[in-house]
């Protein structure tokens, strides 16, 4: 959807997955709701999916919930489970 995607909003949970990733969902700010699916409303209660790969962990600092950061990744379509997400999400900073 787009090769790089720009965003912010607060951290709702941080999860670990059994291939390694962290599934952080992020509430988007208001100007980056635009963002979310359907899939995203009805799954994710309304959150953003970033996928940190294990690779990127070493140097890609994982938030905590409650935390307002801003995230760079290419923005991808999960057919799978019909939402939108930032896979890999590349950069993390809190704010």
Sequence with gaps: MSNCQVASGVVKSVTSQQDGDRRINVGPDAQYAKLLNAGNVEYQNGSIVLELIPLDQAIVPVPIVGQHINF????????????????????????
Excluded: R
Excluded at 75 to 80: A, I, K
Excluded at 84 to 90: F, L, Q, R, T
């Design 72 to 95: 760079v990744g290419p923005l991808v379509y999960d057919t799978e489970n019909k939402w939108n997400a930032i896979y890999p999400v590349w950069w993390i900073t809190t704010s």
